[in-house]
């Protein structure tokens, strides 16, 4: 009865502030008529999706193999999810005065250019590559480590057993995590923005030309933008389903979790961890610390303090500061709760009417943020009266509130903890539950004592993906944001257009502290789980 009351109040959640602005989107849309000039806009942002998903893996698999099989330095686990705490365009300016083929620092010693369709997937591809490490490292701290002992003894080699027994159990958490990735590619904004917009031609991608229709025409490009978004929600929804569909029937159970040994990475697995952080964290983190301290924006001969004191003593950044952990502390605990709620549901008891609310929980990631924060406005600009029983009247009034951002960032980002969620409650023996339910225990009991404990580190990780996610947005921001509710996101955002990029990395360097704190955190939690 518990689940199934708090499943009604997911459906009616999810129905008013996803369903709701969708549809209205949709109809938007019924006006947009798409030509075949798109078609290279489509092709393109499939092969980004897909060259993403593959620089994800590259990066991400290994990484999160080392850091569920060996005993990290609680900052190096930490350092994990920072490339995808760093809003994506700081990350991109960092790697356009790394990589562009003018002056670029790297290009002097190195044939790369980051104006190109393979920069683009690159920088993306770094950018995500925590999601699919966390997933990795997740679900192999799940498998029973018997298993693998037993290949040992047998006379497998590490390899041999890495490739027949770890990466096959590790298989629905992995294609959760490139699901994920793929679609998040496909509806990224700030990179193509940045380096296709800015490449010599143009590489045109889906989001761009979501983006120049409405930047012309607000109103009259509104339906091809809407019928542009329509093709990405198409996108993000068949990729996790060809992923399910050829991953099949297969599951896998285990009773109990793994225990990293307390062996530090040596040799090439060493070699392995340090040479992402340099690539993913070092090299870009590096460059926007030091732009933060440049008097010129490109010269490092000088260093002052004066743009974090310019910065960091202004009122306004310190709300937004608080404004924005607030907001996104909120938001990754909401996207936790409901995502855990439907991927534990759609496990164990599957139904037409579970399977429409996942799918509803998944499409806002699937589409720009700033598409979705159109139909928030189209839902929500005016008061919703809601009279009950012609005796009370609920008024809505979110207009330009901190509640509506932070329903925004919830609703963008459920897909990660239901997707992460899901493939870890894939890895939980059913008997486990099953014995809880047959001595006696509720529900409520069964969910408490025995699936939350086994599921503890992929809720973290959901719960730090989304937090990363919220902390700095900006697309769904600039348009929800009201004259009080400023957030880091924003102020970014007028630092980067009005200010100088100095400032706007001093910002970017605030969201860096503040995730590697917490991560570390959350790292010494699921260690200590």
Not at 182 to 211: D, H, K, M
Request: net charge positive; aromatic share 6%.
């Amino acid at each position: 009865m518990m689940r199934r009351i708090l499943l009604v109040a997911v459906g009616l959640l999810l129905a008013f502030f996803v369903g709701l602005p969708l549809a209205l989107l949709a109809a938007d849309a019924s006006s947009a008529g798409l030509t075949a000039s798109e078609g290279e806009a489509i092709l393109n942002t499939v092969l980004l999706a897909a060259g993403t998903a593959g620089v994800a893996c590259l990066a991400g698999l290994p990484v999160g193999w080392v850091a569920a099989r060996r005993r990290l330095p609680s900052a190096l686990e930490a350092a994990i999810i920072l490339p995808y705490a760093v809003p994506p365009y700081v990350t991109t300016i960092a790697w356009i005065l790394l990589a562009n083929p003018t002056n670029g620092i790297l290009t002097a010693w190195l044939p790369v250019n980051a104006y190109t369709l393979a920069g683009m997937i690159g920088v993306l591809g770094l950018h995500l590559s925590p999601v699919v490490a966390m997933a990795t490292r997740d679900a192999l701290g799940r498998i029973d480590p018997v298993l693998e002992e037993a290949a040992r003894v047998a006379g497998a080699s590490a390899w041999r057993t890495t490739l027949s027994i770890s990466l096959p159990l590790t298989l629905p958490a992995v294609g959760a995590a490139v699901a994920f990735v793929a679609s998040a590619a496909a509806a990224s904004f700030g990179v193509p923005y940045l380096l296709g917009a800015g490449a010599s031609p143009p590489v045109p991608v889906l989001t761009l030309r979501i983006y120049r229709a409405l930047e012309l025409a607000p109103v009259e490009g509104r339906p091809l933008a809407v019928g542009l978004s329509l093709v990405l929600l198409a996108v993000g929804v068949a990729i996790p389903a060809a992923l399910r569909l050829f991953q099949g029937q297969r599951a896998y159970a285990s009773a109990r979790l793994a225990r990293p040994r307390p062996v530090p990475p040596a040799g090439a697995l060493a070699l392995v961890v340090y040479t992402w952080l340099a690539i993913a964290v070092a090299l870009p983190v590096g460059t926007i610390a030091l732009t933060s301290v440049a008097p010129v924006f490109g010269h490092f001969d000088a260093f002052t303090l004066d743009h974090w004191h310019a910065v960091l003593s202004e009122p306004r950044t310190r709300g937004a500061l608080v404004r924005s952990f607030v907001l996104a502390a909120g938001a990754a605990t909401a996207a936790v709760a409901i995502g855990s709620l439907l991927a534990h549901t759609a496990e164990r008891t599957p139904s037409r009417a579970v399977s429409a609310l996942v799918a509803l929980a998944r499409a806002p990631w699937a589409i720009p943020g700033t598409v979705l924060a159109l139909g928030m406005i189209l839902a929500f600009s005016q008061e919703i009266r809601l009279i009950v029983l012609d005796r009370a009247t609920l008024v809505v009034a979110l207009a330009d509130t901190s509640w509506l951002l932070g329903i925004a960032y919830a609703a963008k980002s459920l897909a990660l903890p239901l997707d992460g969620v899901r493939a870890a409650v894939r890895t939980v023996d059913r008997s486990l539950e099953e014995a809880a339910r047959i001595s006696g225990a509720g529900w409520s009991a069964t969910q408490r004592r025995v699936v939350l404990p086994l599921l503890t580190p992929a809720l973290l990780a959901g719960w730090s993906l989304v937090f990363a996610s919220s902390f700095c947005e900006v697309s769904m921001s600039i348009l929800l944001r009201g004259p009080s509710t400023e957030v880091l996101g924003t102020r970014l955002f007028e630092l980067l257009s009005y200010g100088t990029p100095q400032q706007a990395a001093v910002i970017a360097m605030v969201v860096v502290a503040a995730v590697l704190v917490l991560g570390r955190a959350l790292a010494w939690r699921v260690r200590w789980a």
